[in-house]
């Protein structure tokens, strides 16, 4: 698939089928966010690959809204970095998070990026604090989203393009 018709396919699920995604896809997609570009080349990311439901159901409690649908996916990777390492850390993640998703949407997979940097529960823990305590995460390590990855339990439309905003698009000047 070229790749100007995978970003018009590509789109975010919240459902999935109950099937595993083959370790060899999983090592694809993980290969795509290891050969995501960073800032100065750091590659100072950090990826935890998740595929216990256990823990994927207590990920998804995490914070108050948002990632309950974590719960029927096969597989989340938690996406990492260290601020006080690469002052870039956000972007560099955010790059490899989208490559992964691209790279799961090529396979076949489907994907949802559920936000964690800045959110958590309304008694004030953070999503942070509820992540190192599920996956061991040392204390210097903020985590910035979990992808949620697995067989797309129904399919959706491609992006249209009479949707696309150009008028958000200049040219030398605003």
């Not at 698939?1 to 060899?24: I, Q």
């Not at 029927?72 to 990492?80: D, E, W």
């Not at 985590?143 to 905003?165: F, N, S, T, Y």
Request: hydrophobic share 40%; net charge negative; with cysteine.
């Amino acid at each position: 698939m070229d790749f100007k018709d995978l970003v018009c396919v590509r789109r975010s699920y919240r459902k999935f089928t109950p099937e595993e995604v083959d370790p060899e896809a999983v090592k694809t997609i993980i290969r795509a966010a290891l050969m995501s570009p960073t800032s100065k080349t750091r590659r100072a990311w950090h990826f935890i690959v998740v595929d216990d439901r256990l823990d994927i159901e207590k990920i998804a409690d995490a914070k108050d809204a948002g990632a309950q649908l974590l719960k029927g996916a096969p597989l989340a990777i938690v996406v990492l970095g260290n601020p006080q390492e690469n002052d870039c850390w956000i972007e560099d993640g955010s790059i490899a998070a989208i490559s992964m998703q691209y790279q799961a949407e090529e396979l076949g997979l489907g994907s949802c990026w559920v936000q964690m940097r800045d959110r958590g529960l309304s008694d004030g823990t953070s999503a942070d604090e509820v992540l190192r305590g599920i996956l061991d995460i040392p204390e210097e390590m903020c985590v910035l989203c979990v992808l949620a990855v697995g067989h797309k339990a129904e399919e959706r439309k491609p992006q249209d393009e009479e949707k696309l905003k150009w008028e958000n698009v200049h040219i030398a000047k605003y």
